[in-house]
């Protein structure tokens, strides 16, 4: 028996809680779900990341003990590895565990990451699901992932990858051709090459793209254009991450469907 294997039974025994990795939603604390709303009024220490909305933190039991996990470009307040260990010390000694994730922790959250590292660590854990930016934020800005006119099909697709993951690089080739709706998560800055893929795939220039910045809050942006405008739109907007892109005729119907959105949102921009 490995010195894993016999590690995990000991500290089944010695832990006094349980993590949950909760999904927060995408930033309108309307989107939470009850469980979580629930857990972080409960909790003991909430272990959040960068993403995570003012109003969502606000709910927060006010004894429980706040630290900042948030992981942006460039600047990360702790690396993976410290994260999951801190959930691991503290399940020690508290009884109810929060992290709380952006969206939801299985959709580009890590969530499946921490999960393992703490099961093998034999530490109790749940997963708590959220509503993730790639559904939410182009509802808000009317925009239908299907449609029977426009889409049967949606792919969600990081536009981040990692080093060490399992294959080198996402088959844009591949997505252009399998999917009538691509919804990129955290593209922003790979956007050009993104783009050149698609087109080199058969994908034309005047293929419809969205891009949403701070989905679902009061300061939610839209970008509205085509391969061959977005990126200058971008440049003359100065338009950031985070955001996502959606790419597909479904976009077209945003002029039509966004007079809906909720009346708290921001400006558009970029029409």
């Not at 930016?133 to 049967?152: D, E, K, N, Q, V």
């Not at 956007?191 to 949403?212: D, V, Y």
């Not at 996502?244 to 909720?262: C, E, F, K, Y």
Request: hydrophobic share 40%.
């Amino acid at each position: 028996m490995t010195a894993e294997a016999n590690l995990a039974p000991a500290l089944t025994r010695t832990c006094l809680g349980k993590v949950y990795l909760v999904g927060a939603g995408p930033g309108d604390p309307g989107l939470l779900t009850v469980k979580g709303k629930t857990l972080l009024e409960c909790a003991d220490v909430v272990i959040y990341d960068a993403l995570v909305s003012p109003q969502i933190l606000d709910l927060i039991n006010p004894r429980a003990e706040k630290i900042n996990a948030g992981k942006r470009r460039g600047r990360h307040s702790l690396v993976q590895e410290e994260t999951t260990q801190l959930l691991i010390e503290k399940a020690q000694t508290q009884a109810v565990i929060v992290r709380l994730k952006g969206g939801d922790p299985f959709v580009f959250g890590r969530g499946g990451e921490e999960m393992e590292d703490l099961i093998q660590a034999g530490v109790p854990v749940e997963v708590v699901p959220g509503v993730t930016s790639g559904i939410a934020a182009p509802a808000y800005a009317g925009i239908p992932l299907t449609h029977r006119s426009h889409s049967s099909s949606v792919t969600f697709v990081t536009g981040h990858e990692s080093a060490g993951k399992y294959r080198p690089e996402v088959n844009w080739a591949a997505l252009a051709h399998g999917s009538e709706t691509i919804v990129v998560y955290m593209g922003i800055h790979n956007l050009p090459h993104i783009l050149s893929e698609l087109q080199s795939a058969g994908l034309g220039p005047e293929t419809p793209i969205a891009l949403i910045r701070w989905g679902t809050r009061p300061d939610q942006e839209e970008l509205i254009g085509t391969f061959s405008t977005i990126v200058a739109q971008m440049e003359s907007a100065e338009f950031s991450a985070p955001a996502i892109a959606v790419i597909g005729s479904v976009v077209n119907l945003h002029g039509l469907l966004s007079g809906s959105r909720p009346s708290e949102l921001g400006v558009r921009r970029g029409l």
